[in-house]
């Protein structure tokens, strides 16, 4: 157990649709990183945020948002959802920023659009 | 984003036997990690190399980081079944904190 953890663990959902995935850092993380990992793409880096403060941004849509709430839980959203979007969608979380800090993560949401 | 190339993609073996898994990059890593991700859950991080030519051992796994930083192995000795997972490689631009990872090998051993 990572201490992250992540809910739903799964969703099933319809094209079009919008859904919100919840993530809560290991007690005392400042720094949370999403990631979504699908059989043709492998695993991705999506966004971090830094107590509270978006870092840094990869391959995530204008589809998918995110943030960091006072008490650092974050949530990912993702909206006008498509077949390609079904993927297993993992948060981890590290003390702070940088890669110094070891990044746990969750046990992952798995999204099935249909 | 650097791309990182594994292989093999996958491997299956017996108990007992060692195997050894690569990752390479055309561009010089910064440091470089590895991670093993177990079915249905989160990868687990168990390595962090970052000086080239570095060797770090885990118990049965060996890790080695190339002299130019832009390749890497993971050996395992005497596998086990425990051992079985998708083995993934992971590292960040010099500038950033973003991970890109590569496609990960599937280690299978069998009892």
């Known amino acids: 157990d990572s201490g992250v953890t992540q809910t739903p663990k799964h969703l099933i959902t319809a094209t079009g649709q919008r859904v919100t995935l919840r993530c809560s850092p290991r007690s005392g993380d400042l720094s949370v990183y999403w990631y979504q990992q699908s059989l043709d793409q492998g695993l991705q880096f999506l966004i971090q945020?830094?107590?509270?403060?978006?870092?840094a941004k990869g391959n995530i849509l204008e589809r998918f948002s995110a943030q960091q709430f006072p008490d650092l839980h974050s949530e990912l959203n993702l909206s006008s959802l498509e077949l390609g979007d079904s993927a297993l969608y993992f948060c981890a979380s590290s003390v702070a920023s940088g890669l110094t800090y070891e990044q746990y993560f969750g046990p992952g949401t798995r999204l099935t659009v249909t | 984003t650097q791309l990182l190339e594994q292989s093999p993609q996958f491997l299956s073996i017996q108990e007992g036997e060692n195997l050894t898994v690569y990752c390479n990059s055309s561009?010089?890593?910064?440091?470089l990690q590895w991670y093993r991700q177990e079915p249905g859950e989160g990868p687990v991080l168990l390595v962090t190399v970052v000086t080239g030519g570095e060797v770090k051992k885990l118990k049965r796994l060996t890790f080695q980081f190339g002299d130019a930083r832009k390749d890497s192995s993971l050996h395992i000795t005497a596998a086990q079944p425990g051992d079985t997972g998708l083995y993934l490689c992971a590292s960040a631009g010099s500038n950033d904190y973003k991970l890109s990872f590569g496609a990960g090998t599937t280690v299978t051993v069998r009892a």
């Open positions: 945020y830094y107590n509270g403060e978006e870092r």
């Open positions: 561009s010089v890593f910064s440091s």
